[in-house]
């Protein structure tokens, strides 16, 4: 029998689709027998608090707090935050150094965490850009800094298809790749579900994303179901809180379970949801042919996969 591993698994909280692909990679390594101690910020931690209430719990790691502007280029207010963005890959790993002194896990896996790694402990990444879309002017120097990043790491994850014919996320996870990737194909919570399609709702939305646009996006999709009259569920990206209403024939829920979600989404006649890299492995693994997404304004990435 193989040895159990203490493993530490910290997905980034840049909404929740970080979190919610870790979800399957946590039932994996329990199914192993394996530890697994989790620690991760906001809205994401109280989703996985949500789904695994039996693990301990770090102390939250470092917080990038990206800013985000409601419409704009999004790399390019990135950039003038690369500063910030460098403190808090080196606050990370000076926070990991300090945690592995006190736990001594055999393993980290992290998701879009550039500084958890360890020189003597396997280090794991995961992330579906290994050649993210940016201005041109620093394409070169950013793709440098990206593929150094992960190749400290003893294997990079990447959640899709070797094939990029076959692929979701095409040049954003066959370019620029590092020497250590490993393609693991698409992550999803839903993945292995028995699901019976349920009718009740002909229009459903998920909203995600970080502020302000998660909140934005939500009263654009209230506006939107209000002026057709037709059963329509939102459902409001908010792990955190707990609310079930109706607004006429709009029901809002702060979330819901896998179950119920899946269920909804495959007997919806529409479903709407941002354009990230998740909802699109989430819809991939449960058959839904043709969601209608938004990219978030100025999101390279996501404007990148709904022309994809």
Not at 133 to 145: L, Q
Not at 154 to 173: M, V
Request: aromatic share 10%.
């Amino acid at each position: 029998m193989a040895k159990s591993k203490r493993i530490l698994i910290v997905p980034l909280d840049w909404g929740l689709g970080h979190a919610t692909r870790c979800i399957p990679i946590i039932r994996q390594q329990l199914a192993k027998g394996h530890e697994v101690v989790l620690a991760s910020n906001a809205r994401s931690k109280a989703l996985l608090q949500q789904y695994f209430p039996q693990l301990n719990f770090l102390p939250d790691p470092p917080d990038y707090a990206i800013q985000y502007n409601s419409s704009g280029s999004f790399w390019w207010k990135m950039i003038l935050q690369v500063p910030h963005l460098l403190k808090t890959i080196k606050r990370e790993h000076e926070w990991l150094k300090k945690i592995q002194e006190l736990y001594r896990f055999d393993e980290v896996i992290s998701d879009n965490r550039y500084g958890l790694y360890l020189p003597n402990v396997r280090s794991v990444i995961i992330t579906h850009q290994t050649a993210p879309i940016v201005p041109g002017i620093v394409e070169g120097f950013v793709h440098r800094k990206i593929k150094f990043w992960l190749e400290r790491f003893d294997e990079c994850w990447i959640p899709d298809y070797k094939d990029e014919a076959t692929s979701l996320g095409g040049k954003l996870s066959h370019s620029n790749v590092p020497s250590n990737a490993r393609y693991i194909g698409p992550l999803s919570r839903f993945t292995g579900m028995k699901i019976i399609p349920d009718t009740t709702y002909e229009q459903l939305a998920i909203v995600s994303g970080p502020e302000p646009s998660r909140s934005i996006f939500l009263e654009k999709m209230k506006a939107q179901f209000h002026a057709t009259s037709r059963p329509s569920l939102i459902v409001c990206g908010a792990p955190e809180l707990s609310y079930d209403k109706s607004e006429g024939a709009v029901r809002l829920v702060s979330h819901l379970d896998d179950q119920q979600l899946a269920s909804y989404l495959q007997g919806a006649k529409q479903v709407h949801s941002r354009s990230g890299y998740s909802s699109l492995m989430d819809y991939h693994v449960l058959g839904i042919k043709h969601p209608i997404l938004t990219a978030t304004p100025g999101q390279t990435e996501q404007e990148y996969l709904v022309r994809e």
